[in-house]
């Protein structure tokens, strides 16, 4: 088959744009690779396209599960995205992969192995006693999974969970049901073209600043008042995500509006920092400083042409 194209890198580096850009050039559809865009009714947080956007290239993989889903899964996002995939094969339209969400680009790219032991009894209990003391449920998962201890943030409950279940069921850590990368990358699941975008520290702390401005001024504080007043309650995954969790703390009275706009800035440079840490492990990424982004675009659109569309057809 014609090889994907992933166009992939840390936030606010114009990867939607040069998705956008590339699709209604050549054609193709978009395949979001973002694991908030999948939920309905968070929209501004995870800069979905917009109306205008999904009608000019297609896109997928957006609004398929509502925030209170627990089930959702990576397995269930690859099986997903092979669906996707497989209908897009099948209609001879040229898959475009965007986002920055690695584990999930890992999902529908690698071979890595999601075939993981589950029980939701155990899984709701250990969901209570991380509630119960966070710091100690995560320092008990750490110690008896040290690669996910280092890899895994506190706050993110739901792999922190799902870590200490695998190891309670299966007696080993879940770190070790993935191959090794580089064993991975020898068993892609599909041919890839890899383009990541991304540009210098400063400016790029200072575009993610500027994002979150945006997101404010279009009405993130409102979106999240929505979806609070639906009645989804803060503990869910999919309501811990970046900005989300900031901005619920201060409709809690916890913080506030400026701290949590603040926090909101400093935990998407971390991110960031961590999506860069991630995609740069990949040799086979062909990368592109989108600093001055008008004279970047003209390399990536060049570089695609000649490794993706150089038959002039998909």
């Known amino acids: ?69 627990r089930s959702f899964s990576v397995a269930a996002f690859q099986k997903a995205a092979d669906e996707v995939l497989a209908d897009l094969v099948r209609r001879n339209v040229q898959p ?65 969970v799902r870590a200490r279940e695998v190891f309670l069921l299966s007696g080993k850590p879940f770190s070790s049901f993935n191959q090794a990368y580089s064993a991975a990358q020898r068993n892609s699941r599909y041919p890839a073209i890899r383009v990541g975008l991304t540009m210098p520290r400063e400016k790029l702390y200072a575009a993610i600043d500027a994002r979150v401005d945006r997101m404010m001024e279009q009405g993130l504080l409102n979106e999240v008042k929505g979806l609070r007043d639906k009645g989804y309650d803060r503990r869910l995954p999919a309501m811990q995500a970046i900005g989300y969790a900031q901005l619920l703390s201060f409709l809690e009275g916890e913080v506030t509006l400026d701290a949590a706009v603040d926090a909101i800035k400093r935990s998407t440079r971390q991110f960031a920092k961590r999506q860069l840490t991630w995609f740069r492990r990949d040799e086979r990424i062909r990368w592109f400083d989108c600093a001055d982004y008008g004279a970047a675009y003209e390399q990536i659109e060049e570089y695609v042409r000649e490794t993706v569309f150089h038959d002039g057809c998909i």
């Not at 890198?9 to 395949?31: D, F, Q, V």
């Not at 908030?36 to 917009?50: C, E, F, L, Q, T």
Request: aromatic fraction near 6%; proline fraction near 4%; hydrophobic fraction near 35%.
């Open 96 to 160: 475009i992969l965007v986002g920055g969400s690695g584990l999930y680009c890992d999902a529908v790219l690698e071979d890595m192995g999601y075939a993981l032991p589950s029980d939701a009894a155990l899984r709701k209990q250990l969901e209570a006693e991380y509630d119960a003391d966070s710091r100690l449920f995560f320092d008990q998962m750490a110690k008896d999974d040290v690669p996910s201890g280092e890899k895994l943030h506190l706050n993110d409950k739901k792999r922190v």
């Open 1 to 69: 088959m014609r090889s994907l194209l992933l166009i992939c890198g840390p936030t606010a580096c114009h990867k939607s744009e040069t998705a956008l850009r590339i699709g209604g050039r050549w054609g193709g559809e978009i395949l979001s690779i973002d694991s908030v865009a999948v939920y309905r009714g968070m929209d501004i947080g995870s800069a979905k396209p917009d109306r205008a956007e999904r009608k000019r290239v297609p896109h997928h993989l957006i609004d398929i599960v509502e925030p209170d889903d």
